[in-house]
Protein backbone atom coordinates (compact mmCIF):
# COMPACT_ATOMS: atom_id res chain seq x y z
CA UNK A 1 0.00 0.00 0.00
CA UNK A 2 1.88 2.99 -1.42
CA UNK A 3 0.35 5.58 0.38
CA UNK A 4 1.84 3.73 3.90
CA UNK A 5 5.24 2.90 2.89
CA UNK A 6 4.91 6.39 1.87
CA UNK A 7 3.70 7.75 5.49
CA UNK A 8 6.38 4.77 6.76
CA UNK A 9 9.18 6.14 5.14
CA UNK A 10 8.57 10.26 5.85
CA UNK A 11 7.70 9.59 9.77
CA UNK A 12 9.12 6.05 10.70
CA UNK A 13 11.76 6.08 12.96
CA UNK A 14 14.25 2.67 13.03
CA UNK A 15 15.12 2.62 16.78
CA UNK A 16 17.26 -0.82 15.92
CA UNK A 17 18.00 -3.46 13.56
CA UNK A 18 14.26 -5.08 14.77
CA UNK A 19 12.38 -2.09 15.78
CA UNK A 20 10.53 0.37 13.96
CA UNK A 21 8.33 3.34 16.01
CA UNK A 22 5.72 4.79 14.02
CA UNK A 23 4.16 7.06 17.17
CA UNK A 24 3.35 9.55 14.74
CA UNK A 25 0.49 7.77 12.66
CA UNK A 26 0.25 4.60 13.83
CA UNK A 27 0.40 3.83 17.87
CA UNK A 28 0.19 6.79 19.87
CA UNK A 29 -0.83 9.85 17.58
CA UNK A 30 -3.22 8.55 14.68
CA UNK A 31 -3.66 9.92 11.61
CA UNK A 32 -8.04 8.97 10.89
CA UNK A 33 -7.29 9.46 7.18
CA UNK A 34 -4.43 7.59 6.79
CA UNK A 35 -6.17 4.51 9.10
CA UNK A 36 -9.56 4.90 6.99
CA UNK A 37 -7.90 4.11 3.48
CA UNK A 38 -6.04 1.32 5.46
CA UNK A 39 -9.38 0.22 6.63
CA UNK A 40 -10.89 0.04 3.44
CA UNK A 41 -7.78 -1.39 2.02
CA UNK A 42 -8.40 -4.17 4.13
CA UNK A 43 -12.08 -4.90 3.54
CA UNK A 44 -11.20 -4.34 -0.30
CA UNK A 45 -8.48 -7.51 -0.23
CA UNK A 46 -10.81 -9.79 1.87
CA UNK A 47 -13.86 -8.74 -0.01
CA UNK A 48 -14.31 -12.34 -1.18
CA UNK A 49 -14.45 -13.75 2.62
CA UNK A 50 -17.91 -13.84 4.74
CA UNK A 51 -16.41 -12.19 7.91
CA UNK A 52 -18.84 -11.68 10.55
CA UNK A 53 -16.74 -10.21 12.99
CA UNK A 54 -13.32 -8.30 13.65
CA UNK A 55 -11.05 -9.18 16.69
CA UNK A 56 -7.76 -7.21 17.77
CA UNK A 57 -5.91 -6.24 20.27
CA UNK A 58 -5.81 -3.08 22.51
CA UNK A 59 -4.47 -0.56 22.12
CA UNK A 60 -2.64 -0.10 18.49
CA UNK A 61 -5.26 -2.09 16.65
CA UNK A 62 -8.22 -0.72 17.55
CA UNK A 63 -7.77 2.36 14.81
CA UNK A 64 -7.22 0.09 12.06
CA UNK A 65 -9.57 -2.59 12.91
CA UNK A 66 -11.93 0.03 13.54
CA UNK A 67 -12.23 1.56 10.10
CA UNK A 68 -11.99 -1.89 8.47
CA UNK A 69 -14.83 -2.70 10.75
CA UNK A 70 -16.78 0.58 9.36
CA UNK A 71 -15.87 -0.37 5.93
CA UNK A 72 -16.87 -4.12 6.39
CA UNK A 73 -19.69 -2.93 8.13
CA UNK A 74 -19.29 -5.73 11.15
CA UNK A 75 -18.87 -4.81 14.87
CA UNK A 76 -14.89 -4.87 16.12
CA UNK A 77 -13.74 -6.71 19.71
CA UNK A 78 -10.88 -5.87 20.89
CA UNK A 79 -9.39 -8.34 23.30
CA UNK A 80 -8.32 -6.91 26.82
CA UNK A 81 -4.39 -6.83 28.52
CA UNK A 82 -5.86 -6.62 31.82
CA UNK A 83 -9.62 -7.90 32.90
CA UNK A 84 -11.77 -4.89 34.30
CA UNK A 85 -14.23 -5.10 37.27
CA UNK A 86 -16.79 -5.56 34.45
CA UNK A 87 -15.65 -8.72 33.14
CA UNK A 88 -16.60 -12.23 33.98
CA UNK A 89 -16.72 -15.55 31.66
CA UNK A 90 -13.87 -14.74 29.51
CA UNK A 91 -11.46 -16.86 27.06
CA UNK A 92 -8.12 -16.06 27.52
CA UNK A 93 -4.49 -17.13 25.85
CA UNK A 94 -0.79 -15.66 26.93
CA UNK A 95 1.61 -13.80 24.62
CA UNK A 96 4.42 -12.33 25.36
CA UNK A 97 5.77 -9.19 24.20
CA UNK A 98 9.47 -8.70 22.94
CA UNK A 99 8.58 -4.55 22.64
CA UNK A 100 7.71 -4.26 26.12
CA UNK A 101 9.70 -7.38 27.56
CA UNK A 102 6.49 -8.67 29.39
CA UNK A 103 3.73 -11.27 29.29
CA UNK A 104 0.64 -10.46 28.55
CA UNK A 105 -2.98 -12.33 29.18
CA UNK A 106 -5.17 -11.38 26.00
CA UNK A 107 -9.10 -11.85 27.49
CA UNK A 108 -11.95 -11.61 25.44
CA UNK A 109 -15.59 -12.11 27.34
CA UNK A 110 -17.48 -15.12 26.03
CA UNK A 111 -20.64 -13.22 25.65
CA UNK A 112 -19.20 -11.30 22.11
CA UNK A 113 -17.64 -14.58 21.01
CA UNK A 114 -20.60 -16.89 19.45
CA UNK A 115 -19.67 -19.98 18.02
CA UNK A 116 -19.71 -20.06 14.04
CA UNK A 117 -18.65 -16.85 13.72
CA UNK A 118 -16.20 -15.85 11.08
CA UNK A 119 -13.47 -13.93 12.05
CA UNK A 120 -10.90 -11.34 10.49
CA UNK A 121 -7.94 -10.66 12.93
CA UNK A 122 -5.83 -7.86 12.77
CA UNK A 123 -2.94 -5.88 14.23
CA UNK A 124 -0.53 -3.23 13.76
CA UNK A 125 2.07 -5.37 13.75
CA UNK A 126 3.73 -8.56 12.76
CA UNK A 127 6.37 -10.00 13.98
CA UNK A 128 7.43 -13.15 15.91
CA UNK A 129 3.29 -14.26 15.77
CA UNK A 130 2.76 -14.38 19.55
CA UNK A 131 -0.11 -12.18 19.45
CA UNK A 132 -1.74 -13.60 16.13
CA UNK A 133 -1.03 -16.89 17.87
CA UNK A 134 -3.00 -16.11 21.14
CA UNK A 135 -5.79 -14.27 18.85
CA UNK A 136 -6.34 -17.71 17.12
CA UNK A 137 -6.11 -19.38 20.04
CA UNK A 138 -9.28 -17.42 21.78
CA UNK A 139 -11.02 -17.77 18.33
CA UNK A 140 -10.54 -21.18 18.56
CA UNK A 141 -11.29 -21.78 22.14
CA UNK A 142 -15.11 -19.68 21.09
CA UNK A 143 -15.60 -22.22 17.80
CA UNK A 144 -15.41 -19.54 15.64
CA UNK A 145 -13.79 -19.50 12.23
CA UNK A 146 -10.43 -17.36 11.19
CA UNK A 147 -11.06 -15.79 7.66
CA UNK A 148 -7.49 -14.38 8.26
CA UNK A 149 -5.45 -11.99 9.29
CA UNK A 150 -4.60 -8.35 8.22
CA UNK A 151 -1.62 -6.60 9.44
CA UNK A 152 -0.68 -2.92 9.20
CA UNK A 153 3.35 -3.49 9.21
CA UNK A 154 5.18 -7.15 8.50
CA UNK A 155 8.78 -7.67 9.59
CA UNK A 156 9.33 -10.42 6.87
CA UNK A 157 12.75 -11.07 8.64
CA UNK A 158 10.95 -12.18 11.60
CA UNK A 159 9.19 -15.95 11.21
CA UNK A 160 5.59 -15.07 12.59
CA UNK A 161 4.44 -14.10 8.59
CA UNK A 162 5.70 -17.24 7.57
CA UNK A 163 4.61 -19.87 9.89
CA UNK A 164 1.30 -18.34 9.84
CA UNK A 165 0.54 -18.82 6.23
CA UNK A 166 2.14 -22.45 6.48
CA UNK A 167 -0.75 -23.05 8.39
CA UNK A 168 -2.57 -21.99 5.60
CA UNK A 169 -3.89 -18.94 7.13
CA UNK A 170 -4.64 -16.09 4.43
CA UNK A 171 -2.34 -13.11 5.98
CA UNK A 172 -2.32 -9.67 3.88
CA UNK A 173 -0.12 -7.15 5.40
CA UNK A 174 -0.14 -3.39 4.42
CA UNK A 175 3.62 -2.86 4.39
CA UNK A 176 6.16 -5.36 4.42
CA UNK A 177 9.61 -4.85 5.76
CA UNK A 178 12.67 -6.92 5.13
CA UNK A 179 15.42 -5.02 6.83
CA UNK A 180 15.98 -2.44 9.42
CA UNK A 181 19.55 -3.21 9.37
CA UNK A 182 21.86 0.39 9.46
CA UNK A 183 18.65 2.34 10.30
CA UNK A 184 17.67 1.79 6.84
CA UNK A 185 13.93 1.01 6.09
CA UNK A 186 13.58 -1.96 3.25
CA UNK A 187 10.62 -2.77 2.27
CA UNK A 188 9.91 -6.43 0.62
CA UNK A 189 8.44 -5.82 -2.81
CA UNK B 1 -28.42 11.96 20.68
CA UNK B 2 -31.29 9.84 20.31
CA UNK B 3 -29.09 6.92 18.34
CA UNK B 4 -26.70 6.60 21.52
CA UNK B 5 -29.60 6.95 24.28
CA UNK B 6 -31.37 4.28 22.49
CA UNK B 7 -28.62 1.70 21.94
CA UNK B 8 -28.27 2.56 26.35
CA UNK B 9 -31.53 1.40 26.48
CA UNK B 10 -31.11 -1.59 23.82
CA UNK B 11 -27.80 -2.77 24.94
CA UNK B 12 -26.10 -1.02 28.40
CA UNK B 13 -26.61 -3.25 31.29
CA UNK B 14 -26.67 -1.58 34.67
CA UNK B 15 -24.54 -3.35 37.07
CA UNK B 16 -24.74 -1.22 40.08
CA UNK B 17 -26.41 2.01 41.29
CA UNK B 18 -23.12 3.63 39.73
CA UNK B 19 -21.38 1.43 37.07
CA UNK B 20 -23.24 1.02 33.77
CA UNK B 21 -21.76 -2.12 31.72
CA UNK B 22 -21.59 -0.90 27.61
CA UNK B 23 -19.03 -3.51 26.70
CA UNK B 24 -21.54 -4.26 23.73
CA UNK B 25 -20.86 -1.34 21.36
CA UNK B 26 -18.36 0.60 23.08
CA UNK B 27 -15.33 -0.02 25.50
CA UNK B 28 -15.00 -4.04 24.57
CA UNK B 29 -16.98 -4.51 21.58
CA UNK B 30 -17.14 -1.68 19.51
CA UNK B 31 -20.21 -0.46 16.55
CA UNK B 32 -18.24 1.20 14.21
CA UNK B 33 -21.38 2.58 12.24
CA UNK B 34 -22.49 4.06 15.60
CA UNK B 35 -18.75 5.51 16.83
CA UNK B 36 -18.53 7.17 12.92
CA UNK B 37 -22.31 9.38 14.56
CA UNK B 38 -20.93 10.23 17.50
CA UNK B 39 -17.46 11.29 15.63
CA UNK B 40 -19.79 13.25 13.16
CA UNK B 41 -21.49 14.64 15.99
CA UNK B 42 -18.75 16.02 18.43
CA UNK B 43 -17.39 17.72 14.95
CA UNK B 44 -20.66 19.29 15.05
CA UNK B 45 -20.64 20.21 18.45
CA UNK B 46 -17.70 21.75 18.24
CA UNK B 47 -17.49 23.41 14.97
CA UNK B 48 -16.71 26.94 15.68
CA UNK B 49 -13.90 25.72 17.62
CA UNK B 50 -9.98 25.95 15.96
CA UNK B 51 -8.89 22.84 16.97
CA UNK B 52 -6.00 21.10 15.88
CA UNK B 53 -5.63 17.82 17.86
CA UNK B 54 -7.83 15.49 19.96
CA UNK B 55 -6.39 13.97 23.19
CA UNK B 56 -7.62 10.80 24.47
CA UNK B 57 -6.80 7.90 26.49
CA UNK B 58 -6.37 4.08 25.53
CA UNK B 59 -8.17 2.03 25.25
CA UNK B 60 -12.10 2.88 25.51
CA UNK B 61 -11.54 6.67 24.07
CA UNK B 62 -9.58 5.59 21.19
CA UNK B 63 -12.76 4.77 18.93
CA UNK B 64 -14.75 7.86 19.46
CA UNK B 65 -12.04 9.85 19.30
CA UNK B 66 -10.51 8.38 15.83
CA UNK B 67 -13.82 9.33 14.27
CA UNK B 68 -13.75 12.68 15.79
CA UNK B 69 -10.40 13.38 14.12
CA UNK B 70 -11.96 11.65 10.77
CA UNK B 71 -14.66 14.28 10.83
CA UNK B 72 -12.44 17.03 11.69
CA UNK B 73 -9.57 16.20 10.29
CA UNK B 74 -7.13 16.33 12.75
CA UNK B 75 -4.91 14.10 14.05
CA UNK B 76 -5.44 11.67 17.30
CA UNK B 77 -3.53 11.19 20.59
CA UNK B 78 -4.14 8.64 23.22
CA UNK B 79 -2.27 8.33 26.16
CA UNK B 80 -0.89 5.69 27.25
CA UNK B 81 -1.72 4.03 30.62
CA UNK B 82 1.97 2.26 30.51
CA UNK B 83 5.14 3.43 29.05
CA UNK B 84 6.79 1.10 26.19
CA UNK B 85 10.20 0.91 25.39
CA UNK B 86 10.21 3.18 22.77
CA UNK B 87 8.88 6.01 25.11
CA UNK B 88 11.17 8.69 26.49
CA UNK B 89 10.77 12.71 27.41
CA UNK B 90 6.84 12.52 28.24
CA UNK B 91 4.49 14.60 30.13
CA UNK B 92 2.51 12.50 32.76
CA UNK B 93 -0.24 12.74 35.03
CA UNK B 94 -1.89 10.62 37.44
CA UNK B 95 -5.35 9.39 37.83
CA UNK B 96 -7.46 6.84 40.00
CA UNK B 97 -9.62 4.85 37.93
CA UNK B 98 -13.03 3.38 40.48
CA UNK B 99 -14.38 1.10 38.04
CA UNK B 100 -10.24 -0.72 38.05
CA UNK B 101 -9.72 0.14 41.70
CA UNK B 102 -5.82 1.29 40.44
CA UNK B 103 -4.06 4.56 39.85
CA UNK B 104 -3.07 4.81 36.53
CA UNK B 105 -0.29 7.21 35.25
CA UNK B 106 -0.95 8.82 31.72
CA UNK B 107 1.74 9.59 29.70
CA UNK B 108 1.93 11.40 26.42
CA UNK B 109 5.12 11.73 24.39
CA UNK B 110 6.34 15.71 24.52
CA UNK B 111 7.62 15.07 20.44
CA UNK B 112 3.62 15.04 20.22
CA UNK B 113 2.44 18.51 21.82
CA UNK B 114 3.64 21.07 20.52
CA UNK B 115 2.93 24.68 22.20
CA UNK B 116 -0.20 26.33 21.35
CA UNK B 117 -1.84 23.62 20.26
CA UNK B 118 -5.69 23.80 20.40
CA UNK B 119 -7.07 20.27 22.11
CA UNK B 120 -10.13 18.82 22.31
CA UNK B 121 -10.38 15.90 24.93
CA UNK B 122 -12.39 13.01 23.97
CA UNK B 123 -13.75 10.25 26.67
CA UNK B 124 -16.17 7.40 26.76
CA UNK B 125 -17.08 8.13 30.93
CA UNK B 126 -17.28 11.45 32.62
CA UNK B 127 -17.96 10.23 35.87
CA UNK B 128 -15.70 12.21 39.04
CA UNK B 129 -13.93 13.28 36.32
CA UNK B 130 -10.53 11.98 37.27
CA UNK B 131 -9.64 11.27 33.74
CA UNK B 132 -10.24 14.48 32.38
CA UNK B 133 -8.38 16.49 34.96
CA UNK B 134 -5.26 14.18 34.00
CA UNK B 135 -5.44 14.85 30.31
CA UNK B 136 -6.28 18.89 31.03
CA UNK B 137 -2.97 18.83 33.47
CA UNK B 138 -1.01 17.12 30.90
CA UNK B 139 -2.49 19.47 28.25
CA UNK B 140 -1.59 22.52 30.44
CA UNK B 141 2.37 21.02 30.74
CA UNK B 142 2.57 21.50 27.32
CA UNK B 143 1.43 24.96 26.65
CA UNK B 144 -1.58 23.94 24.93
CA UNK B 145 -5.05 25.51 24.90
CA UNK B 146 -8.10 23.22 26.06
CA UNK B 147 -10.89 24.02 23.31
CA UNK B 148 -13.86 21.04 24.97
CA UNK B 149 -14.67 18.35 26.39
CA UNK B 150 -16.57 15.52 24.37
CA UNK B 151 -17.91 12.74 26.55
CA UNK B 152 -20.08 9.74 25.00
CA UNK B 153 -21.26 9.07 28.49
CA UNK B 154 -21.75 11.24 31.48
CA UNK B 155 -22.83 10.07 34.50
CA UNK B 156 -24.56 13.76 35.78
CA UNK B 157 -25.22 12.53 39.56
CA UNK B 158 -21.62 12.10 39.91
CA UNK B 159 -19.40 15.61 40.13
CA UNK B 160 -17.16 15.90 37.03
CA UNK B 161 -18.93 17.41 34.95
CA UNK B 162 -20.20 19.94 37.30
CA UNK B 163 -16.43 20.78 38.26
CA UNK B 164 -15.29 21.18 34.57
CA UNK B 165 -17.90 23.57 33.48
CA UNK B 166 -17.63 25.44 36.66
CA UNK B 167 -14.15 26.22 35.67
CA UNK B 168 -15.79 27.29 32.22
CA UNK B 169 -14.29 24.48 29.95
CA UNK B 170 -17.30 24.12 26.94
CA UNK B 171 -17.80 20.39 27.81
CA UNK B 172 -20.49 18.13 25.33
CA UNK B 173 -21.93 15.23 26.47
CA UNK B 174 -23.96 13.00 23.92
CA UNK B 175 -25.64 11.11 26.45
CA UNK B 176 -26.38 12.04 30.20
CA UNK B 177 -27.61 9.66 32.36
CA UNK B 178 -28.74 11.04 36.20
CA UNK B 179 -29.93 7.55 37.92
CA UNK B 180 -28.88 4.43 37.71
CA UNK B 181 -30.78 3.50 40.57
CA UNK B 182 -32.60 -0.09 41.21
CA UNK B 183 -31.16 -0.93 37.81
CA UNK B 184 -33.20 1.15 35.68
CA UNK B 185 -31.32 4.06 32.95
CA UNK B 186 -32.71 7.18 33.80
CA UNK B 187 -31.23 9.86 31.39
CA UNK B 188 -30.74 13.82 32.17
CA UNK B 189 -32.78 15.43 29.38
Redesign the interface.
Known amino acids: MKLLKNRIIKDGIV?NDS?L?V???LN??????L??EIGREFAYRFSSKPITKILTI??SG??PA??T??AL??????A?K?K????NNVYQSTVFSY???ETNTLI??KS?MNKNEHWLLIDDFLANGQAAQALIDIVQQSGGFIEGIGIVIEKTFQPGGKQLREKGIHVESLAMIKSLENGTIIFDE
Chains 1, 2 share one sequence.
Open positions: LVKDRFHQIDPQMMESIALMGWNVPVVFRRSLTMTKQVSL
